[in-house]
């Protein structure tokens, strides 16, 4: 149950587009459609965006978009804005009933 | 509407045991699918799920933390505890718990509370 890999930053220009990635195994995100992307403000709780790799809870923008290749999930915010900066978390269930963050990224829109 | 808030000590001493409350509204953790997590956060750093109970009563530790942690519910007061024992400065931490709901995980969370262990 190690934690899943991100990079530690990421940043993007209003209106362009930027991909978190979130790298685990074959164990944990390489097995299981059960990854999910969360996006934290500055002393806020998470907020879900992202489940089951792709799908978008109610509410939340269809700039937000997931997908996963082998062990490799990533997130795509489309048509940036300054709202979007915040840290973003990807997660992945891990059989067993267990469950693995990854390290979080922080992501600046310049 | 759903919420969650988390409820216990701000300070705890090392070697002492730590007791959380999570009081939830809006749902019921007697309903077919339903689940309380707790997730924490260290100051600066990345969350780490720890543990989780089932509207069954089944429940699920952190490989790292099971020898530490209990979790537990009372459904007719809408509450689930957890207790972590042997607390250490590196486990200051702000402490979520969260709901998990069909195929929609920590779809909801708590405010979070902040534990601080020193002497």
């Known amino acids: 149950q190690s934690a899943l890999t991100q990079p530690a930053s990421v940043s993007g220009s209003p209106g362009q587009s930027i991909t978190i990635s979130c790298t685990g195994t074959?164990?944990?995100?390489?097995?299981?459609?059960?990854v999910s992307w969360y996006q934290q403000h500055p002393g806020k709780a998470p907020k879900l965006m992202i489940y089951e790799v792709s799908k978008r809870p109610s509410g939340v923008s269809n700039r937000f978009s997931g997908s996963k290749s082998g062990n490799t999930a990533s997130l795509t915010i489309s048509g940036l804005q300054a709202e979007d900066e915040a840290d973003y978390y990807c997660c992945s269930y891990a059989g067993s009933s267990l469950w693995v963050f990854g390290g979080g990224t922080k992501l600046t829109v310049l | 509407q759903v919420t969650l808030r988390e409820s216990g000590p701000a300070l705890v001493k090392p070697t002492q045991t730590l007791t959380l409350t999570c009081t939830f509204s809006?749902?019921?953790?007697?309903?077919?699918?339903?689940?309380v997590s707790w997730i924490r956060q260290p100051p600066g750093k990345a969350l780490e799920w720890l543990a989780r109970?089932?509207?069954?009563?089944?429940?699920y530790y952190s490989t790292s933390l099971k020898t530490r942690l209990t979790i537990s519910k009372d459904t007719s007061k809408n509450q689930v505890v957890l207790t972590m024992t042997n607390m250490d400065p590196v486990d200051t931490a702000t402490y979520y718990c969260?709901?998990?709901?069909?195929?929609?995980?920590?779809?909801?969370w708590g405010q979070g509370t902040l534990v601080t262990v020193s002497s």
């Open positions: 109970i089932d509207w069954d009563d089944d429940k």
């Open positions: 969260a709901r998990d709901y069909d195929s929609e995980p920590f779809d909801y």
């Open positions: 809006g749902f019921s953790l007697s309903t077919s699918g339903m689940c």
């Open positions: 074959s164990s944990d995100v390489g097995s299981y459609n059960l």
